[in-house]
């Protein structure tokens, strides 16, 4: 009896690892097949919400009021979306709970900042902007779905320009937050200033959202004009505002110039170099981890001499041996 008790107890434990590895495999692992199953699953939801979509635009270009089935049915594909995400987060495994040993608070700490970095991925804010169209404000969000029909479609044979350039916006974000924090401080400065000097004037700045609208509309140099400075207060602010327009933007179009330039050369220049090498071992990806199986492919491989190409994304890591040829793709 005491067996047949402990067995129990322990297929108790096992159960939820199992269902975390099965659903970690459905959610996160290209190539298995729940996983192939999971991405037919959202494929066909995706198809679903894209005819939804386009038949509501249909129906408003022509005038004839949208069925309440047709919006039960989009909110339904949504929520479904909803739980899709959830699934992704919760059974998402971070890799550094892997590589370091800790408490168990240290182990928390490092699960839920790895799920807080997946979900401020490029990718995942963009599936998540579109499920926010549960929210009636955000309705006018939903088309934003459209653009997961670029996750799965392969365009690309070997290295997608796509991928590249979100990954130089992560690779980046210090200094794009940078630039965009700068925006920000001089359109909400600007805002609230032109909006403390031309209150009660007729110039259009009847709050402070009204001023925040029109600093942006100047610092962009797009100047709609429903809102102009009239008093001698409110022109030198204008002044100062589209000055530090020039700069702003001069700064932003250089950093996205360069790193989005960077990327795509150095995808010609990747192609380029394959081009040139035969009889190679091919490593495919590359983790700092991984250090000793490097090491033992270098042992092994003395003799052979044969050149040992890793593939991988980003720039080559410092810590790669210079035996080790790398290229930047997928």
Partial sequence: MAKVTFSARAEGLRAPAALFRLMNRAFHQRGTFVFRISESV???????????????????????PIPEALLHADHIVLACFAVELSLRVIFFDPPSTHLFKGSPTSKLRRELLGRLRYILTPLFLIDLLAVAALVPVLRGLRALRLLRLLRGVRLFRYSSPFLGILRTFQENALLYMFTLGFLLFVVLVGGITIFLVE????SGVQNIADGVWWAMVTLTTVGFGDITPVTPQGRVVASVVMVMGMFTLALFAGLVGSTLLRVLTGLRKDQFRMSLYTNHIVICGYDPAAALILEALLDENEAQQKPLVVFGAGDR???LPPDFIWISGD
Avoid at 52 to 63: A, D, Q, V
């Fill in 199 to 202: 209150r009660g004037d007729p």
């Fill in 42 to 64: 959202v494929w066909g939801l995706i198809i679903i919400a894209s005819v939804l979509f386009g038949i509501e635009m249909i129906l408003t270009t022509k005038g004839h």
């Fill in 317 to 319: 890591p410092g810590e």
